[in-house]
């Protein structure tokens, strides 16, 4: 089965601007999508279809894609982004099978 | 207001049974694929079992496979998940969350838009 990857851990200056990747084979032909998670809580979906922000999502979020790179930037980091972020997509190696990468945690310093 | 509440969690033996629910409200449910995600503590999230929007078909993670049954009561705008011969490893928060599925414009694959607060299960002797 595919596999996705991110980084553990980035951090990232109050203002500044930070982009997460998740990597995988099943981004060739899947779109990512992107959630945040903040201790306690259940996931928030921030991202989906590689570019698209549900309603009420800053702008400061924003989602991109090449080949088999995902990324998720937020442009002027707020204190309220410190959070898990976690990829998804659908594997492709098969019958329907979802996958989730192993979450980035961003600090904003 | 959109809502998705789990409920059923709790402390089981291994080896052991559990029924979770998941009540909607908020939507129109029976036009909606979902799936249960669980999260390990202090671990990621894992993608557990999808079923559309009929209850017709129905996908299992490995890992679950033979184990886990999930349904859903469209007139109840409920969802269940049966988990038997439970393990070590299943203890989680279990959450159910709804797909995304289709806008005005496209359709979107595996966009968990609505999630619920999650339910805990523990598998301990």
């Known amino acids: 089965s595919s596999e996705l990857t991110q980084d553990p851990a980035v951090s990232v200056a109050l203002g500044q601007t930070v982009r997460i990747t998740c990597q995988g084979d099943s981004l060739r032909s899947s779109s990512a999508n992107w959630y945040q998670q903040k201790p306690g809580q259940a996931p928030l979906l921030v991202i989906y279809g590689k570019t698209n922000r549900p309603s009420g999502i800053p702008d400061r979020f924003s989602g991109s894609s090449s080949g088999t790179t995902a990324s998720l930037t937020i442009t002027g980091a707020q204190a309220e982004d410190e959070a898990d972020y976690y990829c998804?997509?659908?594997?492709?190696?098969?019958?329907?099978?979802?996958?989730f990468g192993g979450g980035t945690k961003v600090t904003v310093l | 207001e959109v809502q998705l509440v789990e409920s059923g969690g709790g402390l089981v033996q291994p080896g052991g049974s559990l029924r979770l629910s998941c009540t909607a409200s908020?939507?129109?449910?029976?036009?909606?694929?979902m799936n249960w995600v669980r999260q390990a503590p202090g671990k990621g999230l894992e993608w557990v079992s999808y079923i559309s929007s009929g209850g017709v078909t129905i996908y299992y993670a490995d890992s679950v496979k033979g184990r886990f049954t999930i349904s859903r009561d469209n007139a109840m705008n409920s969802l269940y998940l049966q988990i038997n011969s439970l393990r070590a490893e299943d203890t989680a928060v279990y959450y159910c969350?709804?797909?995304?599925?289709?806008?005005?414009?496209?359709?979107?694959?595996?966009?968990?838009?609505?999630w619920g607060q999650g339910t805990m299960v523990t598998v301990s002797s």
């Open positions: 908020g939507f129109t449910f029976s036009i909606h694929e």
């Open positions: 998804n997509s659908r594997d492709t190696s098969g019958d329907h099978r979802v996958v």
């Open positions: 969350a709804r797909d995304l599925g289709c806008t005005s414009t496209r359709c979107y694959v595996d966009a968990f838009d609505v």
